[in-house]
């Protein structure tokens, strides 16, 4: 077969020249003990597909295995492993059914999803006894989502020669154990998974293989009607109940209101400073459900002048449309899930988060969809809405985390604090298309910069610029960005002690100072009447008049401070 004769004839330094450090590190540990499983953690971004499919050819000229089997989550993943193992000289068939039962005699192996494994496990196992098999598990942590499917891979695949396991977020928020992986148990009799290579986002980012990202978060106040018909409201970054977070969190992402078209414009004024660098950078907006994909497409094209690419997850022709835009120079991409894993669009640059999913493990996944670096010095940007748990997870990007099958035992008889449930449940929350929302019409949404964040801390403090992060070039090594950034923080405040006091200060001056006041003191009536701080402002400004904070002029924001200190002596 000439496809075995070329593998052949390729000497394994053939194969190693030309990869990543961790790759070959990789590939090494893996001859050196040359186990039937093995478990390669890496971050998105960093090279997964290539260093398994040189693993695979270095197998099959060895005579190890005779076939590959490629197992991943989508549709589109299928063909986008059949193109880069044709690079390797591996036929695989992306368009394999199981209703046809046998391979075609002129490819070595075939793409599948755990979904079409799922349905037919005694085929794939049959496929895989037939000859000796090399089974790659592209993310391998969806073959715990569910406890049928994680029995369906195991039946399947128990007979294979080899098994590799690839995942770049190996945590789940279940107790489903992920077949073919191992599970050590640590002092406090949690058990864990254990992997054989593990190379994470801080290594990466430190030898350049990823992307330094920068997460940019508005705030803003919402203002919704129940289906009761009673009217709420919240502002976004503020300690709220579960409902009102959700809600609020819903209103933000409202196509109707203002806080999603002030967001998307602010995400393409930063993607047009990106492109100034990098021509062909493009952005993503992660969308919850295909009714709002299809309207934040609108605004798109209201702000830009140009359509956007919409990509649904029932649409046949979402892969083409994925490849399509890849492979252009087009601005902006909306997406609903198909674009959260796996998916290589190494131009994605700038992203909006405008999904009500927050479980660690997507947030993982959506952000490594703008880690994949071309050329160093490339920056990522994300915009996202100031939810407290997607700050947690941003401010956290190089923790590692592992998938663990137990709870960890208390003294306490399991008894678990109320807030730590609370926590957990704002993890899982995820209400993108669910329908277990009461219906309800947003009133009224507002957004305003409220910090960014990057390299584990944030930045801005109480006096942050928007413009300044919006126009940072789109070319700097990591460290550079922290020194940029640090230094206008400098500039400013020596502009500021140096300036003469009695100058006439700029509007903008102004209105920040006295927002700050309005808030500190809507937070000291809060403390005292316990009052949440959106209920505060919604009252003020029906009292006294006028827009949102962030609308409102000097004159109306010193008419709310006057009430609320009339408030606090007791005056009308």
């Given at each position: ?18 990869l990543?450090?961790w790759?070959?590190?990789a590939?090494?540990?893996y ?8 478990l390669a ?5 960093a090279g997964?597909?290539t260093?398994?499919?040189t ?9 190890v ?15 986008q ?5 044709a690079?390797?000289n ?5 368009d394999?059914k199981?209703?046809?039962g046998?391979?075609?005699?002129h ?21 895989t006894?037939?000859?000796?098999t090399?089974?790659?598990f592209d993310e ?12 369906a891979?195991?039946?399947?695949f ?7 396991c ?6 789940r928020?279940?107790?489903?154990p ?14 864990r ?15 350049g ?16 009607r129940?289906?009761?018909g009673?009217?709420?409201?919240a502002?976004l970054?503020?300690e ?6 959700s809600?609020?969190?819903?209103a ?7 806080w ?14 990106v ?7 493009g ?17 798109l ?14 649409d046949p022709?979402?892969?083409?449309k994925?490849?399509q835009f ?20 190494p131009?994605?640059m ?5 999904t ?10 959506a ?8 050329r ?26 592992d998938?663990v ?5 208390r003294?306490?008889d399991?008894f ?41 801390g ?14 940072l070039?789109?070319?700097l090594?990591p460290d ?10 400098q500039?400013?405040a ?5 300036e003469?006091?009695?100058?006439e ?20 009536w ?6 949440p ?28 401070i006057?009430?609320?200190?009339a ?6």
């Amino acid at each position: 077969m000439r496809t075995m004769t070329l593998l052949q004839t390729t000497s394994t330094d053939d194969r190693l020249r030309g990869l990543r450090h961790w790759q070959r590190e990789a590939f090494e540990e893996y001859f050196r003990r040359e186990p039937r499983d093995f478990l390669a953690v890496a971050t998105p971004g960093a090279g997964k597909t290539t260093f398994a499919l040189t693993l695979a050819s270095e197998l099959l000229a060895r005579h190890v295995v005779r076939s590959i089997t490629v197992v991943c989550p989508t549709e589109h993943l299928k063909k986008q492993w059949a193109e880069a193992a044709a690079r390797f000289n591996i036929p695989l068939d992306p368009d394999f059914k199981n209703s046809q039962g046998a391979l075609g005699k002129h490819f070595i192996g075939a793409a599948v999803t755990y979904a079409q494994v799922a349905a037919h496990p005694a085929l794939h196992r049959n496929r895989t006894e037939a000859r000796r098999t090399l089974v790659i598990f592209d993310e391998i942590h969806h073959a715990g989502d569910s406890l049928s499917w994680g029995e369906a891979i195991r039946e399947a695949f128990d007979p294979a020669t080899r098994r590799l396991c690839l995942t770049g977020t190996p945590f789940r928020s279940d107790t489903n154990p992920i077949p073919f992986v191992s599970y050590v148990q640590d002092h406090t009799g949690v058990r864990r998974c254990s992997w054989d290579y593990n190379y994470g986002y801080g290594p990466a980012l430190a030898d350049g293989v990823v992307r330094p990202v920068i997460f940019l978060a508005y705030s803003g106040e919402m203002r919704w009607r129940t289906r009761a018909g009673e009217e709420l409201a919240a502002r976004l970054g503020e300690e709220l109940t579960q409902d009102a977070l959700s809600q609020a969190w819903r209103a933000a992402l409202d196509p109707k209101g203002d806080w999603i078209k002030r967001v998307l414009a602010a995400a393409d004024r930063r993607l047009t400073e990106v492109r100034k660098h990098t021509p062909d950078a493009g952005g993503l907006v992660i969308a919850s459900d295909h009714e709002n994909a299809r309207a934040y497409a609108r605004i798109l094209r209201q702000i830009t002048g140009r359509g956007a690419t919409v990509v649904l997850s029932d649409d046949p022709t979402a892969s083409r449309k994925i490849s399509q835009f890849a492979e252009s120079d087009d601005r902006w991409m909306v997406a609903v899930k198909m674009v959260s894993e796996g998916v290589d669009v190494p131009r994605l640059m700038v992203g909006v988060y405008a999904t009500s999913t927050s479980t660690p493990l997507f947030f993982a996944q959506a952000v490594g969809r703008f880690v994949r670096v071309r050329r160093r010095g490339e920056i990522a940007s994300v915009f996202l809405p100031s939810i407290p748990v997607l700050l947690e997870y941003a401010s956290e990007m190089e923790r590692e985390r592992d998938h663990v099958l137990d709870k960890p035992i208390r003294e306490d008889d399991g008894f678990v604090p109320e807030q730590e449930l609370i926590n957990e449940a704002r993890k899982k929350r995820d209400t993108p298309d669910a329908g277990d929302e009461l219906p309800f019409e947003t009133m009224e949404s507002e957004a305003e910069f409220d910090r960014a964040l990057y390299d584990g801390g944030e930045i801005g403090g109480g006096e942050p610029d928007e413009e300044d992060f919006l126009g940072l070039p789109g070319l700097l090594e990591p460290d550079q960005v922290a020194v940029l950034l640090r230094k206008r923080r400098q500039e400013r405040a020596r502009t500021a002690r140096s300036e003469p006091q009695q100058r006439e200060r700029p509007e903008h001056e102004v209105l920040a100072e006295l927002r700050r006041e309005l808030n500190s003191l809507v937070g000291a009536w809060h403390h005292r009447t316990g009052q949440p701080h959106a209920t505060i402002h919604t009252t003020l400004r029906r009292v006294c008049g006028g827009p949102p904070v962030a609308q409102a002029t000097a004159e109306q924001l010193r008419q709310r401070i006057a009430k609320l200190r009339a408030w606090a002596v007791g005056a009308e």
